[in-house]
């Protein structure tokens, strides 16, 4: 008798089994074949028909999780993941891939859980330990990831995605030269890995190197031709050197191989604002915006072009994101424990607090809304700068300015930064609101340099040349000169100079090739720091020429002739083309006609020198 057919008549049961395993077999086979040819619609369908079937088979949920996981699905692949778990407890493809899953699903606390699960299994599973370091690093635990990649590494060390991955952590870190070292690996391993000479190129521009970092994102963009971020990157490279024609060029081919790329959007519209295309822009500003609109620094950016612009309703209100950034290059000197005032009616006898921001200058320049805020009946208490306060007190600002650590003691009202207060008051440049000079000196102090200075039988001519480096790293680069760049006007007019430059800067008096040009009592002088009392030197003096620095503003405000010297693309309150600005009659501008070039504008302050002296003397 047939042995089948034997226990097929004693046992039907078990011939149906062995049947139905033996057709599951063959069905799972032939989904193997379906996946290892991409036929990968084919073999999800096998899958599904074994599961409707009562498949227990573990590797049957693990193969479609796996599937789903590679369609972006991750939470449907979970739940078969942990179905497959549940047949077999130690299945460590279902751990590996349920990190993955969770990896993608942002859950990085049950990714790393998984992973370790995985290497608890087989801890010389290399691929696992590789991606846990990937999951610390989204999780932000950078020494935890850089342990991981390189125990990967320790088990294969010929896998250059993980020398890639460890070079992106030490990079994070700051260890730049072993963040290279390991690029240089990945690249020994696979020379023609993209990735990696785009890597090695953004460790070089961090570094500073933009000619290392330049040569390998051409590399990458060589090996491949629609890389974007390798666009990008060189994009960045290029601004970074102030080549920004080129730069503008490479952000266009990063936005022809990837169109809603908001960052490529937001830099080309910093390129074009300072080639001075400012429609071009702002235009730039508005499609990364309308791609991401919670990007604070496109808002930010729109904010600046559109102020330089002279459209100031919605550029300030744009720029109210410069404290949204994750990382804020502007900040209030104190952020009080209050809620922020938005314009809307306060109560009887509700405090209203007004903290200072920036620099000296922007406090100096914004300060003269001080008293119109009290005027309409608001509580005010003025927060500002330590080296202020008697500036503050002596014009009538405010009586009792806070410093900072005052302010914090405040604990009922509402508060606002001090630069958010034209929004509210809806100034522009037909609404300056405060024109006239707002800014004044003692009567004692006045005297008292009136009397030093009243031996000087030439007109008094006060310079000021450096702002404050830390300022200058944001937006502000490029606004200083050098001191010897005066020599010239120097030579030409018949003055005398007062150096009001103080600290970073001064120290380029000793070595000037004019320095017999200065006032008898400059050394006096140099000893003041006090605003107050530099107000009562400055009005004594003929005129100021200046950088933008809070010397524009002191001088402009106190309404004493200022000559403002401001660079190509200048700061947004400065506007792009006219000689006169709306915040102080007393200022005029010379601006740069090209980017960098200071020395076309002394020429033209020093024809301007001999005007105002000739003028000055026939009175």
């Not at 629609?226 to 503008?248: M, P, R, T, V, W």
Request: charged share 25%; with cysteine.
């Amino acid at each position: 008798m047939n042995f089948i057919n034997f226990y097929g008549k004693i046992y039907p049961d078990i011939l149906l089994t062995l049947q139905n395993k033996h057709q599951e077999l063959e069905k799972e086979k032939q989904a193997i074949k379906f996946l290892r040819s991409r036929k990968i619609k084919e073999a999800e369908d096998i899958y599904r028909i074994l599961i409707s079937k009562g498949s227990k088979n573990h590797i049957v949920f693990g193969n479609l999780a796996a599937i789903y996981l590679m369609k972006g699905d991750s939470k449907q692949s979970i739940i078969l993941l942990k179905k497959s778990l549940k047949i077999k407890p130690d299945y460590l493809e279902a751990y590996y891939n349920l990190g993955k899953a969770f990896n993608e699903k942002g859950d990085y606390d049950s990714a790393v859980d998984s992973f370790q699960k995985a290497i608890k299994i087989k801890p010389d599973y290399a691929e696992a330990h590789n991606n846990l370091g990937v999951t610390y690093q989204k999780k932000g635990n950078l020494r935890a990831a850089i342990f991981s990649f390189r125990e990967a590494i320790k088990i294969n060390n010929k896998n250059p995605k993980a020398f890639i991955n460890l070079g992106n952590s030490l990079n994070e870190q700051g260890l730049l030269n072993e963040a290279i070292i390991c690029f240089q690996k990945a690249l020994a391993l696979k020379p023609d890995y993209a990735a990696s000479h785009n890597n090695l190129g953004l460790t070089y521009l961090k570094k500073g190197e933009l000619k290392n970092a330049i040569s390998c994102f051409k590399k990458a963009i060589k090996i491949k031709p629609d890389y974007a971020e390798a666009y990008f990157n060189l994009g960045i490279s290029h601004s970074e050197k102030g080549d920004f024609d080129s730069a503008i060029l490479f952000f266009h081919n990063t936005l022809k191989f990837k169109q809603n790329y908001p960052e490529a959007l937001n830099n080309l519209g910093n390129c074009l604002k300072e080639k001075g295309e400012l429609n071009n822009a702002i235009s730039s500003f508005q499609k990364a915006i309308k791609i991401q609109f919670d990007y604070t620094e496109a808002h930010k950016n729109l904010g600046n072009a559109l102020l330089l612009n002279g459209q100031y309703k919605k550029g300030l209100q744009e720029y109210e994101y410069r404290f949204k950034e994750s990382q804020e290059t502007v900040n209030p000197h104190i952020k009080p424990m209050l809620p922020i005032w938005k314009g809307e009616s306060l109560n009887l006898n509700e405090k209203l607090l007004v903290v200072s921001e920036q620099g000296l200058g922007d406090t100096i320049q914004f300060m003269r809304y001080i008293p119109i805020l009290k005027k309409k009946g608001f509580d005010v208490s003025f927060c500002a700068q330590n080296k202020l306060k008697n500036l503050i007190r002596s014009s009538g600002i405010d009586s009792n300015p806070l410093n900072p650590e005052q302010g914090k003691d405040i604990k009922k009202g509402r508060w606002i930064p001090l630069l958010s207060v034209p929004r509210l008051l809806d100034v522009t440049p037909n609404n300056p609101i405060v024109s006239t000079p707002y800014i004044h000196c003692s009567e004692e102090l006045s005297k008292k340099w009136e009397e030093k200075l009243s031996t000087e039988e030439k007109p008094i001519i006060g310079i000021n040349w450096q702002g404050d480096p830390n300022t200058e790293k944001n937006n502000l680069t490029g606004r200083s000169i050098p001191l010897e760049l005066f020599s010239k006007i120097a030579e030409k007019n018949d003055c005398k100079f007062l150096s009001l430059q103080k600290g970073f800067g001064s120290e380029q008096l000793e070595t000037c090739s004019f320095k017999n040009k200065f006032v008898k009592c400059q050394e006096e002088v140099n000893e003041i720091w006090e605003f107050v009392e530099t107000a009562a030197i400055i009005y004594n003096t003929d005129l100021v020429i200046t950088t933008d620095t809070s010397v524009a503003h002191l001088a402009a405000g106190m309404g004493k002739v200022t000559w403002c010297l401001i660079k190509y693309i200048p700061d947004w309150r400065w506007g792009m083309y006219d000689e006169k600005t709306f915040w102080y009659p007393s200022m005029k501008l010379f601006r740069q006609l090209s980017a960098n070039n200071w020395e076309d504008v002394l020429k033209r302050v020093s024809l301007e020198l001999e005007l105002f002296l000739f003028k000055r003397n026939s009175n």
